[in-house]
């Protein structure tokens, strides 16, 4: 008989999950009760993290290549969306989940740096076209 | 009928203006309505998290944009933990780099200068002038004894028993002059023993401190004599270390698996080549290798050679005569001590190939390289094809001697976040990039 666990957002919208996917998260596990409310974090958001952990739950293998697909697909989200998403695993403590969103920030990065030919620190300029870029990730 | 024109676009544009400005204040007063989210936003530990996945060139990038970054990235907290995460995680490994370094001497004073190469297959060029250093007064001899990751060290004999060694970090333009390794010489009975002197740098990931190891070699009329000691960065004295194995060090020393390794001679056997040195106990231990397959008659201390690739500690056997082959052993399984023959190249078919000995070889991105008389050899380890590539000379910066004699060496380096000025007071530049050391 498992519970189910309300999750609330910030804007009043409650979330019903079962007991597999919440305890996915460590806050919710070392809760003393089902209701929580998760502060600073929208409906839009939570639910997308709800749907994170109820794909999660019902998966055996973390290690299939179709969760890893679809993992590839949840976070191909726009930058905003993606912080936001950070925020709220993190504030839950959904360890994998973070992981996951944390590379992709650091593979954005990546990507945006790549047009650098040198290694160069504060004394040397780093290209201009490369630190607008990076501006815009809102450093 | 301009006139009502103009007027309107006025009226549109100060209202659209009015709108931002409202929009603004409303942004102000709701925190987390409309506002995207940046990084810096993010809680600290998720933002380390973020940047300790990425590689130095990154990072570079990252230092040079905002303050908030500039004041993660450049502590020494996390260049400790970066680097930590470089040599102890399989994912993390960097792209080797090329450094030129070009030794000009004339009989009063002699300087190395420090510029990146690049080589993209076909040609070389040089990029980046990184730094000039100036030994004044002073011909004599001088020896670049290893690259720890981004770090040069660099030993200067003053006279037979005194010595400094010296820190470059030509990224950040650091110069830092370690602490005097000065020992009298064990069984010193009044006349100065030959001295051959090692330097080693590396990281013990259990304390996170950088340490570097010198080991002194010491030739009596019969006999022979070493003693080594240890300098962790930031602590102001070297510390002995009790048992050194009593062989001959070569010039030729890499890191790899978070210990420093030599090739040496005058081993228990001719089967003894490398000994290792783990930062961590501070001690020296003996790394078994392969059976290198080669006749006593050649001389192990000339045609092999240490090398890293890829993170792996490799040995390479560089034979021109009487057969020409390059034999490279890889060590798969560092727990295991695990060989194998990984490359077997015949030279019979390059046109172009260094010959002789003295040869140093370095890692680059694809292979391995090595340079001679202003030639620069560069082996594709993917396909096992060799291209020798013609330097042009090295500019010569300052007039403090005409065009004399100039040597040229190559050095293999991958970027780290370290920065030297935590370690100790810094030796000023005289200006950007140049160094005058007396």
Redo the contacts between chains.
């Keep these: 008989m498992s519970r189910v666990f309300k999750l609330k957002s ?1 804007d009043n919208e409650t979330f019903e999950v079962e007991e597999a996917a919440a305890l996915l998260s460590e806050t919710i596990k070392s809760s003393s009760s089902t209701e929580i409310t998760v502060p ?1 974090v ?1 409906a839009e958001i939570l639910g997308k993290v709800v749907e994170w952990c109820n794909k999660h739950a019902e998966s055996e293998d973390t290690k299939d290549q179709l969760i890893k697909e679809w993992d590839a697909e949840f976070v191909s989200v726009d ?2 969306v993606l ?2 998403l ?2 709220a695993a ?1 504030y839950l403590q959904i360890k994998e989940l ?1 992981d996951q969103l ?2 992709r ?2 593979d954005m ?2 990507a ?2 790549l047009k ?11 290209e201009r076209e ?2 607008e870029e ?2 815009s ?3 | 009928m301009v006139l009502a024109n103009f007027l309107s676009n006025i009226c549109s544009n100060l209202l659209w203006l009015l709108k931002a400005c409202m929009f603004s204040i409303k942004r102000r007063d709701n925190e ?1 309505e409309g506002r ?8 600290e530990d ?1 933002t380390i ?3 300790m ?6 990072l ?7 303050k ?3 004041n993660i990235v450049g502590s020494p907290q996390f260049a400790a933990l970066h680097t930590r995460r470089l040599f102890y995680s399989s994912s993390a490994v960097e792209v080797p ?1 090329l450094m030129l370094l070009a030794r000009y001497s004339n009989l009063q004073h002699c300087a190395i200068n420090l510029q ?1 190469l ?1 080589y993209n297959g076909s040609s070389c060029s040089t ?2 002038n990184f730094a000039d250093i100036v030994f004044m007064n002073d011909w004599y001899r001088y020896d670049v004894q290893f690259v720890f990751s ?1 770090l040069f060290g660099i030993s200067r004999r003053l006279s037979v028993n005194r010595e400094l060694c010296y820190l470059v970090n030509p ?3 650091e110069v830092l002059e370690l602490p005097r390794s000065d020992v009298k010489a064990p069984n010193y009975n009044g006349y100065d023993p030959c001295i051959h002197d090692r330097y080693g740098m590396g990281f013990d990931h259990v304390s996170s401190t950088y340490k570097i190891v010198h080991i002194s070699e010491y030739a009596y009329e019969n006999s022979s004599d070493i003693a080594a000691r240890v300098y962790a960065m930031g602590t102001r004295s070297w510390r002995p270390i009790q048992s050194v194995p009593l062989c001959h060090f070569s010039n030729k020393s890499v890191y790899a698996y978070g210990d420093r390794h030599w090739l040496v001679e005058g081993g228990k056997s001719h089967n003894n080549l490398i000994v290792s040195f783990d930062f961590r106990k501070d001690e020296f231990y003996w790394t078994h290798h392969p059976d290198l397959q080669a006749s006593s008659s050649r001389n192990f201390w000339l045609d092999f050679h240490l090398l890293t690739l890829k993170g792996s500690l490799a040995i390479m056997d560089y034979c021109s005569y009487p057969e020409e082959y390059i034999k490279i052993w890889v060590l798969k399984n560092y727990d295991k001590k695990e060989w194998a023959l990984d490359y077997i190249i015949n030279m019979d078919t390059f046109v172009e190939r260094p010959h002789g000995t003295l040869l140093k070889w370095g890692e680059w991105e694809n292979g391995i390289f090595t340079i001679q008389s202003g030639v620069c050899y560069f082996v594709d380890l993917r396909h096992g094809s060799m291209k020798g590539v013609k330097l042009s000379p090295s500019i010569i910066n300052y007039n403090l001697w005409g065009p004399e004699q100039y040597e040229q060496s190559i050095f293999s380096y991958t ?1 780290s976040m370290v920065s030297l000025k935590n370690y100790g007071n810094l030796i000023e530049a005289a200006r ?1 990039g140049m160094w005058f050391l007396q």
Excluded: A, W
């Excluded at chain 2, 995207?36 to 809680?43: A, N, R, W």
């Design positions: 910030s600073n929208k930058q905003h912080f936001k950070i925020t993190d973070v944390t590379q920030v650091g990065i990546k945006k740096t650098t030919v040198e290694m160069t620190y504060p004394t040397f300029n780093v490369v630190q990076l501006k990730l809102g450093f | 987390n995207s989210l940046t990084l810096t936003d993010l809680p998720v998290d973020i940047l996945r990425l590689p130095v060139k990154s570079c990038c990252l230092e040079c944009v905002s908030t970054t500039l780099q990146s690049k990029k980046t981004n990224l950040r333009g970027g950007p």
